[in-house]
């Protein structure tokens, strides 16, 4: 089964429709859904936009929430090597320093990234990664 680290803007669009296809891949039985921890500061700290934006009411975002929070693996940032923080670092430092967690998980698990940050995206292949989950794999 394909190793998959979902980063947060993912997980904000999955959240946002009542349609979301981010959602149905999260909760399919195809891939293994990865995150740092890190991802609940994220959500918490962006909940009332998640709300104001969502094609939903509060109570099924929330019940969305749930239900994805239960399809995705989270890990502890201690987990992840020295070295893979560190490459992390220098691949996403002068890009966004935010996405380093994500990266570095990407590199601990031997996973592909899923993002919908283009401009993290080109800057990564622009570097030479290039481990990223594409909807049609």
Known sequence: MMKVVVDTNILFSSLLSKRA???KIILSKHHTMYAPNYVFVELFEY??????????????????LTTILGHIHFV???LISKENR??????CHDIDP???????????LDALLWTGDNTLKNGLIHKGFDKFFDVHS
């Open 76 to 78: 502890h940032p201690e």
């Open 21 to 23: 296809s981010q959602r």
């Open 86 to 91: 560190h490459a992390a670092y220098v691949l």
């Open 47 to 64: 909940k009332e936009k998640i709300l104001q934006n969502a094609k939903a009411a509060e109570s099924e975002v929330y019940e969305y």
């Open 98 to 108: 935010d996405d380093i967690p994500f990266v570095a998980l990407t590199l601990q």
